[in-house]
């Protein structure tokens, strides 16, 4: 079975500082795993995916995520946090059959 | 329930057909989503529920499109005249209400359309 944690419901950080949302997941073979934002009052939109290749991605806006099998965790992260990333980012595995499986949202805040 | 629930988990129809996908939310959740995931595509809003308040539909891509939400509960999405274009996962999810609480979605619908 197929399940993902995001163990922040809430991160603050200032602009110009790193950001790190996190994303554990379990799964019983070699899944695909998302990241997908959404900005207020916009429908989700993807940021980057891991497919099996290599295990650093690179996403858009400068977020990228590093696939850690041994760990299960699938962190996403940015060097300099801009305002305009202030949004709720959600962790996605999805199963061999391409079903989808969400994280509950991380809200990323952003501070002047 | 415990989760939010979708119905079909699949889904083929001819081109042409009307189709309706459903949508079970937690209890509770006064806020549903409807989004779509086509092949190779990022998540697409199509509409959202809030309560009693009249549904955001700035999504739908389409008049062959709409959904409801009887009693503030159960959520139908319907596609009219059904095209290949419209083959894609389609999930609902739940929140407690626009503003609070995390989402929690549903494994989807995969509906193909040939």
């Known amino acids: 079975a197929q399940s993902v944690t995001q163990l922040d419901s809430h991160v603050s950080v200032s602009e110009g500082t790193p950001v790190l949302l996190r994303c554990n997941y379990s799964s019983s073979y070699s899944p695909s795993l998302f990241w997908y934002v959404q900005h207020p009052n916009k429908g989700l939109q993807l940021l980057l995916k891991y497919t099996s290749a290599a295990t650093l991605v690179k996403g858009i806006n400068g977020f990228e995520a590093e696939f850690k099998k041994s760990e299960t965790s699938f962190h996403l992260t940015k060097p300099s946090a801009h305002m305009s990333d202030a949004a709720e980012y959600f962790c996605v595995v999805s199963d061999q059959n391409n079903k989808f499986y969400f994280g509950s949202g991380t809200k990323l805040n952003v501070k002047p | 329930g415990a989760g939010v629930s979708q119905s079909p988990s699949n889904k083929v129809t001819e081109k042409g057909k009307d189709v309706e996908l459903r949508c079970d939310p937690i209890s509770g959740h006064t806020a549903l989503y409807w989004y779509r995931q086509s092949l190779g595509q990022g998540l697409e809003f199509l509409i959202y529920?809030?309560?009693?308040?009249?549904?955001?539909k700035s999504g739908l891509p389409s008049d062959r499109f709409s959904a409801e939400r009887t009693g503030g509960s159960v959520s139908t999405l319907t596609i009219q005249r059904t095209q290949q274009e419209d083959s894609a996962v389609y999930l609902c999810?739940?929140?407690?209400?626009?503003?609070?609480?995390?989402?929690?979605f549903g494994s989807g619908t995969r509906l193909t359309v040939v």
């Open positions: 999810a739940s929140r407690v209400d626009r503003f609070r609480g995390g989402y929690t």
């Open positions: 529920f809030q309560g009693n308040s009249a549904p955001d």
